[in-house]
């Protein structure tokens, strides 16, 4: 069985509680070290770690500035070595120090992601290597991966991450027509991270808004090359019924809230603004649907009828006395806050996002 993750405060409460049962004779002392070998607790962010990692980065832009600052004279020769020399030297002495000093290990590692993403640029421009930026992310993200793959580290793949994000959008700016293919090889192996971690929620957020954002550009490379008129029409209209399959759609527990989240706010973002594209019936039937998901207990749907509403509300400024439209906007927050805390306390912890 995986054991869960839970933070310190939260194992502390269990283990009061439990010691508390076992005093009382409800569970014996086996079955209360059991019970708490079944989680594990979420290391923090101790004064140390934050030192060290700000030393990591302090080392590894010196050691970058220090390069650049000169790198006009030195040799080609001295200059790779120089790379290679510091890139191996900070991962050798994390993995040389792992046991004895594993914060002070982990540093070192940091530090040795920033200066392998240097080293890619700095020897790009070493031997006039003409790729674009965004491919030279994908291999400072495929390096990164793999450290933190090797130490199980959350922090460096949402470094990794980020590096995709680039990597992904890149084209964009670059007016590519070619479509960033080894997104789709690395997206399964992101997740297998991700479940392999036991679906850390911010982790397991950007993974899916990574995901989504993959989603989105294939959508805008292949649907205006299938279809020359209203193609954002329809790319809108694809992602609004993505969003609904996404809140509904069974995924692990532990991953189920920040999908269904996800899901929630692609498919009112993106019928906000298919408003604009079709008649009166699509918000009716929206509003409709998203009165049912309040019945049901969705606060995060209150905040999109707020949205849709206001939409609308913008469109009479003229034509409304300013007076008006402060009354008729306070009247909206109150009414929809009374929502909010009826549904809090009608579901407490279970309702849905």
């Given at each position: 069985?995986?054991?869960?993750v839970?933070?310190?405060?939260q194992?502390?409460?269990?283990?009061?509680?439990?010691?508390?049962?076992?005093?009382?004779?409800?569970?014996?002392?086996?079955?209360?070290?059991?019970?708490?070998?079944?989680?594990d607790v979420?290391?923090?962010l101790?004064?140390?770690?934050?030192?060290?990692?700000?030393?990591a980065l302090?080392?590894g832009?010196?050691?970058l500035?220090?390069?650049?600052?000169n790198?006009?004279?030195?040799?080609?020769?001295?200059?790779?070595?120089?790379i290679?020399?510091?890139?191996?030297g900070?991962?050798?002495?994390?993995?040389?120090?792992?046991?004895?000093?594993?914060?002070?290990?982990r540093?070192?590692?940091?530090?040795?992601i920033?200066?392998?993403?240097?080293?890619i640029?700095?020897i790009?421009?070493?031997?006039n290597?003409?790729?674009?930026?965004?491919?030279?992310f994908?291999?400072?993200?495929?390096g990164?991966?793999?450290?933190?793959?090797?130490?199980k580290?959350?922090?460096?793949?949402?470094?990794t991450?980020?590096?995709?994000?680039?990597?992904?959008?890149?084209s964009?700016?670059?007016?590519?027509?070619?479509?960033?293919?080894?997104?789709?090889i690395f997206?399964?192996?992101?997740?297998?991270?991700?479940?392999?971690?036991?679906?850390?929620?911010?982790l397991s957020?950007?993974?899916?808004?990574?995901?989504?954002?993959?989603?989105?550009?294939?959508?805008?490379?292949?649907?205006?090359?299938?279809?020359e008129?209203?193609?954002?029409?329809i790319?809108?209209?694809?992602?609004?019924?993505?969003?609904?399959v996404?809140?509904y759609i069974?995924?692990?527990?532990?991953?189920?809230?920040?999908?269904?989240i996800?899901?929630?706010i692609?498919?009112g973002?993106?019928?906000i603004?298919?408003?604009?594209?079709?008649?009166?019936?699509f918000?009716l039937?929206?509003?409709?649907?998203?009165?049912?998901?309040?019945?049901?207990?969705?606060?995060?749907?209150?905040?999109?009828?707020?949205?849709?509403?206001f939409?609308y509300?913008t469109?009479?400024?003229?034509?409304l006395?300013?007076?008006?439209?402060?009354i008729?906007?306070?009247?909206?927050?109150?009414?929809f806050?009374?929502?909010?805390?009826?549904?809090?306390k009608?579901?407490?912890?279970?309702?849905?996002?």
């Open positions: 069985m995986i054991k869960k839970i933070t310190k405060k194992y502390e409460f269990l283990e009061h509680e439990l010691t508390y049962l076992q005093r009382g004779g409800t569970i014996s002392e086996e079955e209360k070290k059991r019970m708490l070998a079944s989680y979420r290391a923090g101790s004064f140390i770690t934050i030192l060290l990692a700000i030393g302090l080392l832009l010196g050691i500035t220090f390069v650049a600052s790198w006009m004279y030195i040799s080609k020769g001295f200059k790779f070595l120089l290679i020399v510091c890139l191996i900070v991962n050798f002495a994390g993995v040389k120090w792992g046991t004895r000093f594993p914060k002070t290990s540093s070192l590692h940091y530090a040795g920033l200066i392998f993403g240097a080293g640029f700095l790009e421009q070493m031997f290597i003409s790729i674009n930026f965004n491919s030279s994908l291999l400072w993200a495929i990164a991966v793999c450290i933190g793959y090797y130490l580290d959350i922090a460096i793949l949402l470094f991450s980020f590096l995709l994000l680039i990597y992904l959008n890149g964009i700016f670059l007016d590519e027509t070619s479509y960033p293919l080894a997104i789709l997206l399964p192996v992101l997740y297998y991270l991700v479940r392999q971690f036991n679906y850390p929620r911010f957020f950007i993974m899916n808004g990574l995901a989504i954002n993959t989603i989105i550009l294939f959508l805008m490379e292949i649907v205006p090359k299938l279809v008129d209203n193609s954002e029409t790319i809108l209209s694809i992602l609004f019924i993505l969003g609904i996404l809140t069974r995924v692990p527990l532990k991953l189920q809230k920040i999908t269904a996800q899901g929630h692609l498919h973002i993106t019928a603004f298919l408003t604009y594209e079709y008649a009166i019936w918000p039937a929206y509003f409709v649907f998203l009165l049912y998901l309040i019945q049901k207990g969705s606060l995060t749907s209150i905040v999109i009828i707020c949205a849709l509403i939409r509300y469109d009479s400024f003229e034509f006395p300013k007076s008006l439209l402060f008729v906007g306070g009247l909206l927050l109150l009414v806050g009374f929502f909010f805390e009826k549904q809090r009608k579901g407490g912890e279970s309702i849905e996002p």
